[in-house]
């Protein structure tokens, strides 16, 4: 089955949440009638915005409503595994609506594999992250007081179709994380690309190296 990446650039989540499931919907369905599909990677970025898991905690989010409205933020509950979560421009966010079956992937070798693509474009930009036991998504420093997230990854499947998918601190205003316990930690720090280099990046350059690493571990064409 073919696999198509698409840029949706800046994007407001409800529409780009409604979008996926709309992909989602429609591969499952497709799946269980042996019909023809495809698979869909997209990026985006999104307006502030917190996303609380169906295991996350509310008292996570650290706002009420008001002071939400105040840094012009929202909050969604939604349908993905995992805690409370910050997206907002400058942050890469890439959500992969494939069928794992076509790649023989398992829930945790694909998220094995989403976390490997991320290790490898920092390693790119001379930055060495790593994975942290018991806690998902891409790190800096994992074996320090300093440990911090560059990477959160909160997925969902169903009959082995995923969708939501993974967000990659590049230009990110990381101020936005203090307002919440980042996927539930209290201990552990956030940080970007941006702030690990100490200059801007180019996030045209960050998506094509994703999509090169990703198109690579998938092993697409």
């Given at each position: ?99 794992l079956e076509e790649y023989n992937l398992g829930l945790k070798e694909y998220i094995h594999l989403l976390e490997e693509a991320v290790i490898r474009v920092c390693a790119s930009y001379g930055i060495i992250a790593g994975r942290l036991e018991k806690a998902t998504g891409v ?83």
């Amino acid at each position: 089955m073919k696999t198509i990446f698409t840029d949706w650039g800046l994007t407001p989540y409800a529409e780009a949440w409604e979008h996926q499931t709309v992909l989602f919907d429609t591969l499952v369905g497709a799946k269980l009638n042996n019909e023809v599909y495809e698979n869909h990677i997209l990026f985006c970025e999104h307006p502030h915005v917190y996303t609380l898991g169906r295991s996350g905690k509310d008292n996570n989010m650290l706002l009420g409503e008001e002071q939400l409205r105040a840094i012009d933020a929202t909050l969604f509950h939604i349908d993905r595994g995992g805690d409370i979560t910050y997206h907002g421009p400058g942050q890469l966010v890439c959500y992969p609506i494939i069928n794992l079956e076509e790649y023989n992937l398992g829930l945790k070798e694909y998220i094995h594999l989403l976390e490997e693509a991320v290790i490898r474009v920092c390693a790119s930009y001379g930055i060495i992250a790593g994975r942290l036991e018991k806690a998902t998504g891409v790190w800096l420093d994992k074996d320090s007081s300093n440990v911090r997230k560059i990477c959160a990854i909160g997925v969902r499947s169903s009959h082995f179709v995923t969708m939501h998918g993974l967000a990659f601190n590049i230009n990110t205003d990381l101020r936005y994380f203090s307002y919440i316990h980042p996927c539930g930690f209290i201990d552990k720090g956030v940080t970007s690309l941006q702030k690990e280099l100490g200059h801007k990046v180019d996030m045209v350059e960050v998506k094509l190296l994703l999509q090169k690493e990703i198109s690579a571990l998938l092993h697409l064409d």
